[in-house]
Nanobody, 123 residues
Framework: QVQLVESGGGLVQAGGSLRLGCAAS????????MGWFRQAPGKGREFVAV????????DYADSVKGRFTVSRDNAKNTAYLQMTSLTPEDTAVYYC????????????????WGQGTRVTVSS
């Protein structure tokens, strides 16, 4: 069983930056692909970013490419999502996820989910 706890959400002005963290309760670097998703008010959950277990491979949704950076520190069992140039359209609850498959993670399926952290971007 893997428990994921997100942190770092909050209120930020448009154009600002935030860094989200996702701490895992167990060592994840040996197996798990880590992903970030978000759910805006009144909308479904959408893929944001994914990173391989080694950290060498990443992928992003088109809407965040060039603004968001996903990373991980396996020594700390933690994944990160650095968000810059934020806009009100980035307002959502952000979730991290862990899974064994890059492909299924990319499609929105994961073995474990965090509880989410809220990000609000004011205009």
């Amino acid at each position: 069983q893997v428990q994921l706890v997100e942190s770092g959400g909050g209120l930020v002005q448009a154009g600002g930056s935030l860094r989200l963290g996702c701490a895992a309760s167990v060592r994840t670097n040996s197996y798990y692909v880590m992903g970030w998703f978000r759910q805006a008010p009144g909308k479904g959950r959408e893929f944001v970013a994914v990173i391989s277990w080694s950290g060498q491979n990443t992928d992003y949704a088109d809407s965040v490419k060039g603004r968001f950076t996903v990373s991980r520190d396996n020594a700390k069992n933690t994944a990160y999502l650095q968000m810059t140039s934020l806009t009100p359209e980035d307002t959502a609850v952000y979730y991290c996820a862990a899974g064994l498959s890059w492909a299924t993670m990319r499609r929105g399926t994961a073995d474990y989910w965090g509880q989410g952290t809220r990000v609000t971007v004011s205009s």
